[in-house]
């Protein structure tokens, strides 16, 4: 009886172990149906459809610049094409970060795909014609209609000719992103010198720069020394 009995017990344990490596069903884990148990494909699987985003992601683009998204293409395993639906919205008249999100959808489930856009301030942003309003005075006299040009060092220096009234001067400047630092330096004038540093900001539509200036003029009756606030404006 127990010999019986442990041959039937090692039957149903080798019948169990083919039927389970003979289990059928879709072995690829791309597809929505993927069954983590299955040995053998049997050629059930569905997909959903494959994106492609086009074009340049992430994308980077300057204030003011026009965007025109590349969109993303859809296909399903036969080929033919899906259709493409688009979320987000980019305003390129702003810095900051921007998600597009393109999503397709067949009878088998739907795929999604992102796109990154970046609006930053670039040197076109501020190579601008800038007019300046401020609460300086005569002890820091800034020109109200400064030149800014490149420096000679790369996109990043900014030189501001024209700087204070009357007798010009140059200022050199360094951007980084929204960032402006001028660092301490001397204009001479014929009858005494400026010596200034300033700290400022690009808004995030790179249409108004805010310098904080910090000087000293040894100019007779006019000097003086202090800070001040400028707003340069388009």
């Known amino acids: 009886m127990n010999k019986t009995l442990s041959l039937l017990a090692i039957s149903a344990l080798l019948l169990g172990t083919a039927s389970s ?121 800034l020109a109200t209609a400064p030149v800014f040009a490149t420096g000679t060092a790369g996109t990043n220096d900014l030189l501001i000719d024209n700087m204070f009234n009357i007798v010009g001067g140059t200022a050199t400047a360094t951007i980084n992103g929204s960032n402006i630092t001028i660092p301490t330096q001397t204009i001479d004038f014929t009858f005494g010198q400026v010596t200034f540093s300033g700290v400022g900001t690009i808004n995030d539509q790179a249409n108004t720069i805010t310098i904080t200036y910090t000087y000293d003029n040894t100019t007779p009756i006019i000097g003086g020394s202090g800070t001040c606030v400028a707003t340069y404006s388009l």
């Open 21 to 141: 490596c003979g289990k059928k069903g879709c072995t690829d884990p791309n597809a929505v149906n993927y069954n983590t148990e299955a040995k053998k494909n049997d050629g059930s699987c569905k997909f959903a459809p494959t994106i492609v985003v086009n074009g340049n992601n992430p994308e980077t683009i300057n204030v003011g610049d026009t965007y025109s998204d590349a969109g993303a293409t859809a296909t399903n395993t036969d080929g033919t094409a899906a259709t493409v639906t688009t979320t987000g919205q980019v305003d390129a008249n702003t810095k900051g970060t921007y998600t597009l999100t393109y999503i397709a959808t067949n009878d088998n489930g739907t795929a999604t795909a992102t796109r990154t856009v970046n609006v930053i301030i670039g040197m076109n942003n501020w190579l601008a014609a800038w007019q300046v309003s401020s609460d300086c005075g005569n002890s820091f006299p």
